[in-house]
């Protein structure tokens, strides 16, 4: 078994990371810079950026705050929001991001995983899946940070940007979604075991438990957790001696 990533989340808005519950009411957790500097410090494997509102503000992502995120982390940082065409990608490396993470553009017109794949090499391209389990027993595909719902259904979409050639799929389950009572581990495990490239668990993260059985039950490559790290709840070292001490190889 590869060896595990543990991949704390800055959810970014107004220059202020927040966390919500299901993608609503959102609370203050703090300076990006400073929670990105102590997760570099504290051994977290990587490190995800996202300007939640860009997209349905209609804006680009703020360059001068990934630029301070980068210069104070040592460890491959992945931003994402507002993030349309290739110059946008050029702008965000140029400013220190290792990978860039992409959702809602890339649902609108995905032949922009081909051509980030093809110019910047696919382990740049991160591709963000929201998806949320409805009534009808399928995952459908949301975009605009969670609030519009597409016809594409999860299993589907994921394959297809997979064959695009992005370099892994972030997973969040908006049903899971700041509620603490674990990841959406079946639907991890369909994900993880029937695609070539690796799978971000996102959405749910409450308890030390709750990461081992992502990598154990939903064969997850990655877990990313918000809250939980942003207050305190689990600081990364101990879990990372937890998960050790499950049997699940970690950096």
Not at 34 to 42: D, F, H, N
Not at 103 to 130: M, Y
Not at 140 to 152: D, F, L, Q, S
Request: with cysteine; aromatic share 8%.
């Amino acid at each position: 078994m590869l060896a595990k990533r543990i991949i704390p989340c800055l959810d970014v808005k107004d220059g202020r990371t927040v966390k919500g519950t299901n993608f609503v009411n959102l609370r203050e957790a703090g300076d990006p810079v400073e929670l990105g500097k102590a997760y570099s410090l504290q051994g977290a494997d990587e490190l995800v950026f996202l300007d939640i509102t860009a997209t349905h503000e209609g804006r680009k992502t703020f360059t001068e705050m990934v630029s301070r995120v980068a210069a104070e982390v040592s460890i491959p940082f992945t931003v994402g929001g507002g993030i349309n065409e290739l110059s946008d990608i050029d702008k965000m490396l140029g400013a220190g991001a290792d990978k860039v993470s992409i959702n809602s553009a890339a649902l609108r017109r995905p032949e922009l995983i081909d051509e980030i794949a093809r110019n910047f090499g696919s382990q740049v391209c991160v591709t963000a899946i929201d998806a949320r389990l409805e009534d009808d027993g399928e995952w459908w595909c949301y975009v605009n940070g969670g609030r519009i719902r597409t016809e594409r259904r999860l299993f589907e979409w994921a394959r297809e940007v997979a064959d695009r050639g992005a370099g892994e799929i972030l997973f969040t389950s908006m049903n899971h979604d700041g509620v603490k009572t674990g990841f959406a581990n079946e639907a991890l495990a369909l994900l993880s075991d029937n695609l070539p490239i690796p799978i971000i668990a996102s959405g749910g993260a409450g308890a030390k438990e709750h990461f081992a059985d992502a990598f154990r039950i939903g064969h997850a490559d990655a877990a990313l957790a918000a809250s939980v790290f942003h207050f305190g709840e689990i600081p990364i070292p101990e879990l990372k001696t937890y998960l050790r001490g499950e049997g699940i190889p970690v950096r």
